[in-house]
């Protein structure tokens, strides 16, 4: 009967995949690149996992970071997603030594193709967690596609945790902003800002509002593009023509408003948010 059923199931992805999509990101940063997702797939269901009581990653072992995001991959594969997006980059800049037995993206790739949109030589502003600085990886990903530029990157050590849970704090977080940004400034007066973090495109009115000479770049457009041509070339697609659903877990031990108000804000739909342990 099991194996019936299993046989069914396999048999209606192949004539339409309505798998969901998964998303990993450390807490919900990765909502942005939900709802830019959510616009370019409107029929593709959604589930996506935010370990915010484990946040923030950056400050974390890369053995730690590697053991958190393989649990969140775990618990993707285990609802049955049909591939995985890090939206969460400093995941991502350890993607080589992360286990999954479905395709993970990394934003990495997608931050870096959208800054060559922007700029073909010289330098390039990066702003990201420790980790993904440390890790170097956006700098070998971009190496592969240009000699030309490069970037003047600078590792924050508390803007997204204070976006995750002190978003309110208008001050605090004006002052990490400016202990994220001025160093880079410092180094070279860069005409364009990588928003190497998935937390930081949440306070992009603000970094606007205190550098607004700086053309910002989000690279979670750039990422619907690399996994509408995945769909496309291992069909893929959920060819419902119905809208898609999304469900989202959040790691969390209390009820969390910040996430419950970035959700309406930022106009995500979703069928449920579940806390979970
Ligand atoms: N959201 C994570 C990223 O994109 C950073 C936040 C954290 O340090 O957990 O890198």
Known sequence: MKKIFTLIKVFLWVVMDNR???LIDSGVGGFTVL?????YFPNENFIYFGDSKNMPYGEKSNEDIIKLVNNGIEFLIQKEVK?????CNTASSLIDKLSSSVKLFSIIEA?????????????????????????????EQLEKISSDLSFVSYGTQDLARVINNQLDEINLLKKNIHQAIDPILKQTPVKHLLLGCTHFPIVSETIRELYPEIHLIDPAQKESQLVQKFIIENDLENTSNREGKTIIYLRQDHDDLISKRLLKELN????????IN
């Not at 591939?83 to 939206?87: D, M, S």
């Not at 800054?115 to 990886?137: C, H, M, P, W, Y």
């Not at 995500?268 to 806390?275: D, P, R, T, V």
């Open 20 to 22: 969901a999509i998964g």
């Open 35 to 39: 709802k830019e997702l959510q616009n």
């Open 83 to 87: 591939f995985i997006i890090l939206a």
């Open 111 to 139: 931050g870096c193709l959208a800054s060559l949109d922007f700029e073909k030589q010289g330098k390039i502003g990066l702003i990201a967690t420790r980790a993904t600085v440390n890790n170097k990886t956006y700098e």
């Open 268 to 275: 995500i739909n979703f069928e449920s948010l579940n806390f």
